[in-house]
């Protein structure tokens, strides 16, 4: 199984599916696969920038597996070529191979040794924060109960993570000179920085917040910028900050506490300009019953449990649209997005092998 996974993998990583600059298409990589897997009915769907989804059936499963092909770009600081794929001292190396192009190639594999039943979902535009294909799979209401999301987790199976939602803010001021009385209050940049005050302080009084092995609210400003020069009052000012949830915590009763920490009349926008929700989707209310009914798949397969993790997946949006998501895959995350990315043979052995069983397995 491992030879025929790094036959994939060396493939799948010749192809370029760098994102941006979201010029994927429905040939290269869909081609291949598409080529991989007979017996299987295949649809592939071009959303637009990017964003391709290839779905792949075989029998009627009631479960699917999904994992993305596009990775983000490669560095300089590549020691070789990023789309050669290197094996060698127990690891595969190359752009992809860690996140997730590994996990793709294992389910190639598995699927050529097995004869079940079998749904595979591949997409092109998660590192874009830009969730077209899924959103499109999802408009369908297919009858898929249970979803396996390929992420790099050590072929341990995740069952929570954080949302994630990311704002920008834009304070107004009044111009003038800053010799003047009003300054202090005027500035816009000023209001700026009471607001993250505020923020900051309230960000880190959740610290006492748990929910399945995660700790708090993660937060952080990240571009503040506005004025025109030392001696003039800011008239605008700009701030874009992220934060990223427990499942327990309510994203939009969060968005209201940041805006009103902004005194009336200083806030001229308040945008959110992405929203990932937490794993479990359920609230404050649901998620540790939708948590409970994870755990429960994962057992039945199975797959060891592992800890709730920080980074955000799109098992989120799978688990919002009421099926139960968990998070699986070959890798791990500190080699995801590196330079000289890779993942270990033994992940890529494990994780084709988990796979086969699971699809050779009757209900």
Known sequence: MLDRTLEHLAALVSF?????????????IFDYLCGQLPGFRIEVADHGDGAVSMLAVRGSPRRLFNVHLDTVPDSPHWSADP????????RATGLGACDIKGAAAGLVAAAQGTRGDAAFLFTSDEEANDARCIAAFLARALP???VIVAEPTGCQAVLAHRGISAVRMRFRGEAGHASGAG??????????????TRALDFAASQDHQRFGGLTGLRFNVGRV?????????????????????????????????????AAPGELEEYEETFRGPPLPAGGVAGAEERRLQARDLADALG???????????????????????IVFGPGDIAQAHTADEWVALDQLQAYADAVARILDARP
């Open 225 to 261: 910028e506005g004025g025109i020069k030392a001696n003039v009052i800011a008239p605008e000012a700009e701030v874009r900050f992220g934060f990223r949830p427990l499942p327990s915590q309510d994203l939009d009763a969060l968005h209201a506490g940041f805006r009103q920490m």
């Open 144 to 146: 898929f109960d249970e």
């Open 83 to 90: 789309f050669t794929l290197r094996v060698g001292e127990g």
């Open 16 to 28: 370029d599916t760098r994102n941006p600059p979201r010029a994927i298409d429905t040939g290269g």
């Open 303 to 325: 797959l060891p449990v592992g800890n709730a993790v920080d980074f955000w997946t799109e098992a989120s949006l799978f688990s919002q649209a009421g099926m139960t998501a």
């Open 183 to 196: 300054a202090l209050e005027a500035s816009a940049v000023h209001r700026a920085m009471r607001w993250g």
